[in-house]
């Protein structure tokens, strides 16, 4: 029934889930770093987060993904040897796909840590300044903490959001599992059979993801009262 | 807080290869949904005459080869962008394409053809296949041959080959305009091209269709573009040519590969 | 920057702009449409009622939409019976196809945020309309649904614009949106950078619209909640 394709889709399932933990790092990286910068005290830093995060949740995934794919190299190519650097720099389409998607959800994860890290009492890190701690002290031991608790709802959503907006990679060339699947069907003509395929692996993945993410809500809760009607 | 920072930057640089414009190391563009030239089997290798061709080339020159998958839409701006290095994707060798691209020598020669359903009844001209729905793949010969001479049409571009195959059989598209071999092999051939047939006469104004399928690289790569020119010569005389044309087919697609196509169904 | 090319794609984009503004209308307007029932049955305590419709959402949601159109446009066809079906000459159409699918999409989420607003009316104003003698129905029409609709309005608007987002894989099925006509300009000129900053800069306008168009939506209906 499924022409062997079977073990194609399933590797090609890795690399979605390369794709998605990859882009998850670096989504990371940029909330954090935007969210820094939105609860700053600079105005430039301020208006610099604002406009990325206004930029990116005004234009459709595909359209960034294609800019960065086909656009972002040429730009390198012509910046590169500017700066004194001779040597090509090549994106290859994992990497694009891993910093397009990054990059894109960084800006919504900037919006979840905003609120998670508004949430924590400034007395909170004051204290911690008042006994003598750095800034990436505080950071590291009480903001960091007590934020994974607050942004876990917002974060589950924007990863459920990111790991179905890897199946675009396929339209810039990378072969995840949409790509196979397409493979799949235009070679048997039986395109119905393999994107149903495609459905219920993607289904797994968020529903594996949805447990899992729900276990961790509940770890990082301990010694927290429930509110109870 | 530095230290992570560091490690970020670790981790992120070594994604980013320092690619050598070295000529020991090829990244070759190529389709994968374009049978019987270049396909993905079942297992996920890619299989088909573009990919053995490039493999024989690539042990010809011995450079160090991969092979990039992608649409055929992002062939030429992949090669400008240096995402890739030469493409083998049955690229006709064109005069348009020459404005952004070089090319070496052609690697083989098949002609366009119309298809249709057999009993059809179409006929192949601007009046006859006016408002009639065209199915091409986006930016080929067949695209701008099909743009150019049947105006009056609804010209319906796809990313993949395969896909124009896909809606014809779903019954979308009034008729494609494809590559002969392409549509011989990789679907009239095949159970969902019953029923389908080569409609109107052959196309191969060399305007449209140029003279051949060659490899694409940039036009600064001349000392490039010289070596697979070269190689292709090789594999012509020292008999890997003709070992991979046998396995595909059973002509010359070397010269002209329409002669051996079965006719067309004339009504 | 090449900008003879990108005013000469120009009459391109603005059929773009087009064909992207009635898949949307369209999808949202059927979306809506039938997740308003659908989202009152999703808030249901009886679960034989709202687990069928949580089934449909979460299937739904739980797929990437590439799938889903992929699915109605490709997959259906596959079948004989389809193709001869009475049906066949809409699913024909990949207008049609995109819209169906995007239509689907939007109306699983909407379903979803409809009913969460509904659960979360207050049982009290209920009771009091119950206690005034109004009928269910009339409860539902007069209390329960203009509170609740006026409460999802936030998270819709941010629906909207996802889903205009969305739209831009109707390129991908042949249909020459405002991302089919990047993608075109792009094939003619080789310019990548030109043709898709372009379309971004169209979607971005559009986004500020919609964004507008939603703000005056909820000063005219959420005035009440505004701060003072």
Same mark, same amino acid.
């Given at each position: 029934?499924?022409?062997?394709?079977?073990?194609?889709?399933?590797?090609?399932?890795?690399?979605?889930?390369?794709?998605?933990?990859?882009?998850?790092?670096?989504?990371?990286?940029?909330?954090?770093?935007?969210?820094?910068?939105?609860?700053?005290?600079?105005?430039?830093?301020?208006?610099?987060?604002?406009?990325?995060?206004?930029?990116?949740?005004?234009?459709?995934?595909?359209?960034?993904?294609?800019?960065?794919?086909?656009?972002?190299?040429?730009?390198?190519?012509?910046?590169?040897?500017?700066?004194?650097?001779?040597?090509?720099?090549?994106?290859?389409?994992?990497?694009?796909?891993?910093?397009?998607?990054?990059?894109?959800?960084?800006?919504?994860?900037?919006?979840?840590?905003?609120?998670?890290?508004?949430?924590?009492?400034?007395?909170?890190?004051?204290?911690?300044?008042?006994?003598?701690?750095?800034?990436?002290?505080?950071?590291?031991?009480?903001?960091?903490?007590?934020?994974?608790?607050?942004?876990?709802?917002?974060?589950?959503?924007?990863?459920?959001?990111?790991?179905?907006?890897?199946?675009?990679?396929?339209?810039?060339?990378?072969?995840?599992?949409?790509?196979?699947?397409?493979?799949?069907?235009?070679?048997?003509?039986?395109?119905?059979?393999?994107?149903?395929?495609?459905?219920?692996?993607?289904?797994?993945?968020?529903?594996?993801?949805?447990?899992?993410?729900?276990?961790?809500?509940?770890?990082?809760?301990?010694?927290?009262?429930?509110?109870?009607? | 807080?530095?230290?992570?920072?560091?490690?970020?930057?670790?981790?992120?640089?070594?994604?980013?290869?320092?690619?050598?414009?070295?000529?020991?190391?090829?990244?070759?563009?190529?389709?994968?949904?374009?049978?019987?030239?270049?396909?993905?089997?079942?297992?996920?290798?890619?299989?088909?005459?573009?990919?053995?061709?490039?493999?024989?080339?690539?042990?010809?020159?011995?450079?160090?080869?991969?092979?990039?998958?992608?649409?055929?839409?992002?062939?030429?701006?992949?090669?400008?962008?240096?995402?890739?290095?030469?493409?083998?994707?049955?690229?006709?060798?064109?005069?348009?394409?020459?404005?952004?691209?070089?090319?070496?020598?052609?690697?083989?020669?098949?002609?366009g053809r119309f298809v249709a359903k057999a009993?059809s009844?179409l006929?192949v001209?601007?009046?006859?296949?006016?408002?009639?729905?065209i199915g091409v793949?986006?930016?080929?010969?067949h695209?701008?041959?099909?743009?150019?001479?049947?105006?009056?049409?609804?010209?319906?571009?796809?990313?993949?080959q395969?896909?124009v195959f896909?809606?014809m059989t779903?019954?979308?598209l009034d008729g494609a305009v494809v590559d002969s071999?392409a549509a011989a092999?990789g679907f009239l051939?095949?159970?969902?091209g019953?029923g389908y047939g080569f409609i109107g006469?052959?196309f191969?104004?060399?305007?449209?269709?140029?003279?051949?399928?060659?490899?694409?690289?940039?036009?600064?790569?001349?000392?490039?573009?010289?070596?697979?020119?070269?190689?292709?010569?090789?594999?012509?005389?020292?008999?890997?040519?003709?070992?991979?044309?046998?396995?595909?087919?059973?002509?010359?697609?070397?010269?002209?590969?329409?002669?051996?196509?079965?006719?067309s169904k004339?009504? | 920057?090449?900008?003879?090319?990108?005013?000469?794609?120009?009459?391109?984009?603005?059929?773009?702009?087009?064909?992207?503004?009635?898949?949307? &209308? /369209?999808? $949202?307007?059927?979306? +809506?449409?039938?997740?308003?029932?659908?989202?009152? %049955?999703? *808030?249901?305590? =009886?679960?034989?009622?709202?687990?069928?419709?949580?089934?449909?959402?979460?299937?739904?949601?739980?797929?990437?939409?590439?799938?889903?159109?992929?699915?109605?446009?490709?997959?259906?066809?596959?079948?004989?019976?389809?193709?001869?079906?009475?049906?066949?000459?809409?699913?024909?159409?990949?207008?049609?196809?995109?819209?169906?699918?995007?239509?689907?999409?939007?109306?699983?989420?909407?379903?979803?945020?409809?009913?969460?607003?509904?659960?979360?009316?207050?049982?009290?104003?209920?009771?009091?309309?119950?206690?005034?003698?109004?009928?269910? &129905? /009339?409860? $539902?029409?007069?209390? +329960?649904?203009?509170?609740?609709?006026?409460?999802? %309005?936030? *998270?819709?608007? =941010?629906?909207?614009?996802?889903?205009?987002?969305?739209?831009?894989?109707?390129?991908?099925?042949?249909?020459?949106?405002?991302?089919?006509?990047?993608?075109?300009?792009?094939?003619?000129?080789?310019?990548?950078?030109?043709?898709?900053?372009?379309?971004?800069?169209?979607?971005?306008?559009?986004?500020?619209?919609?964004?507008?168009?939603?703000?005056?939506?909820?000063?005219?209906?959420?005035?009440?909640?505004?701060?003072?």
């Amino acid at each position: 029934m499924l022409h062997g394709f079977m073990p194609t889709i399933l590797n090609g399932m890795v690399i979605t889930l390369a794709v998605a933990m990859a882009s998850l790092c670096i989504a990371l990286a940029f909330g954090l770093a935007g969210a820094s910068a939105k609860l700053s005290k600079s105005r430039g830093l301020q208006r610099l987060a604002a406009t990325y995060t206004t930029l990116i949740r005004g234009v459709p995934d595909l359209v960034l993904m294609l800019l960065i794919f086909y656009g972002g190299q040429t730009m390198i190519n012509q910046v590169a040897p500017k700066l004194g650097y001779d040597q090509l720099i090549d994106i290859n389409p994992f990497l694009a796909g891993v910093l397009t998607i990054g990059f894109i959800f960084g800006a919504y994860l900037t919006e979840t840590f905003r609120g998670a890290m508004m949430a924590i009492p400034t007395g909170q890190r004051e204290a911690g300044i008042a006994y003598g701690m750095s800034k990436p002290q505080v950071f590291l031991r009480i903001t960091l903490p007590q934020m994974v608790r607050f942004a876990l709802p917002g974060f589950q959503n924007n990863w459920l959001v990111l790991v179905k907006s890897t199946a675009l990679v396929s339209v810039i060339g990378l072969d995840d599992m949409m790509f196979r699947a397409g493979l799949a069907a235009g070679a048997s003509r039986e395109p119905f059979v393999f994107y149903t395929v495609a459905a219920i692996l993607y289904l797994a993945i968020t529903t594996v993801s949805i447990i899992l993410l729900r276990g961790l809500e509940t770890r990082f809760s301990i010694g927290v009262k429930m509110a109870k009607l | 807080m530095n230290k992570l920072l560091g490690l970020l930057l670790t981790f992120l640089m070594s994604f980013v290869v320092n690619a050598q414009v070295d000529s020991k190391k090829l990244r070759i563009g190529v389709e994968g949904a374009y049978p019987p030239f270049s396909q993905m089997g079942a297992d996920g290798k890619l299989v088909g005459f573009d990919i053995d061709i490039a493999n024989a080339i690539c042990k010809e020159m011995k450079a160090d080869c991969t092979l990039v998958t992608q649409d055929f839409d992002g062939m030429i701006p992949g090669l400008l962008a240096k995402k890739i290095d030469a493409v083998i994707a049955s690229m006709s060798i064109t005069e348009e394409r020459k404005r952004s691209v070089d090319f070496s020598e052609k690697y083989y020669q098949t002609p366009g053809r119309f298809v249709a359903k057999a009993d059809s009844k179409l006929e192949v001209t601007t009046e006859g296949l006016k408002g009639k729905r065209i199915g091409v793949q986006r930016t080929s010969i067949h695209d701008r041959f099909a743009s150019a001479s049947f105006p009056k049409s609804e010209i319906v571009r796809y990313g993949k080959q395969d896909d124009v195959f896909l809606d014809m059989t779903a019954g979308r598209l009034d008729g494609a305009v494809v590559d002969s071999i392409a549509a011989a092999q990789g679907f009239l051939k095949t159970a969902g091209g019953r029923g389908y047939g080569f409609i109107g006469p052959v196309f191969n104004d060399p305007k449209f269709f140029g003279v051949g399928a060659g490899i694409a690289v940039r036009k600064s790569d001349t000392e490039l573009r010289d070596q697979l020119s070269a190689a292709i010569k090789a594999i012509r005389s020292n008999g890997a040519y003709k070992k991979i044309q046998d396995k595909y087919f059973d002509f010359d697609v070397y010269t002209d590969g329409a002669a051996a196509i079965a006719p067309s169904k004339k009504k | 920057m090449n900008v003879d090319a990108i005013i000469e794609s120009m009459p391109l984009y603005f059929n773009g702009v087009l064909t992207t503004i009635k898949l949307l &209308a /369209t999808a $949202l307007l059927v979306g +809506l449409v039938f997740a308003l029932p659908l989202g009152i %049955l999703r *808030a249901s305590p =009886n679960l034989w009622i709202a687990r069928p419709v949580w089934c449909f959402t979460y299937v739904i949601r739980g797929t990437p939409m590439l799938v889903q159109l992929f699915l109605v446009y490709y997959g259906l066809a596959q079948f004989e019976w389809m193709r001869e079906s009475a049906l066949w000459p809409w699913f024909r159409s990949a207008w049609f196809c995109a819209a169906l699918a995007f239509a689907i999409n939007t109306c699983a989420y909407t379903t979803e945020m409809l009913a969460g607003s509904i659960k979360a009316t207050n049982a009290g104003e209920l009771e009091a309309a119950r206690s005034m003698g109004m009928s269910r &129905a /009339t409860v $539902l029409r007069r209390i +329960l649904l203009p509170s609740a609709l006026r409460r999802a %309005l936030p *998270a819709y608007s =941010n629906e909207a614009i996802m889903m205009l987002h969305g739209t831009s894989l109707a390129s991908i099925v042949t249909l020459m949106d405002l991302t089919g006509a990047a993608r075109e300009m792009n094939s003619r000129f080789y310019l990548p950078f030109e043709a898709f900053l372009t379309a971004g800069a169209f979607y971005l306008a559009l986004t500020f619209v919609l964004v507008s168009a939603f703000h005056l939506v909820e000063k005219r209906f959420l005035s009440h909640l505004r701060a003072r």
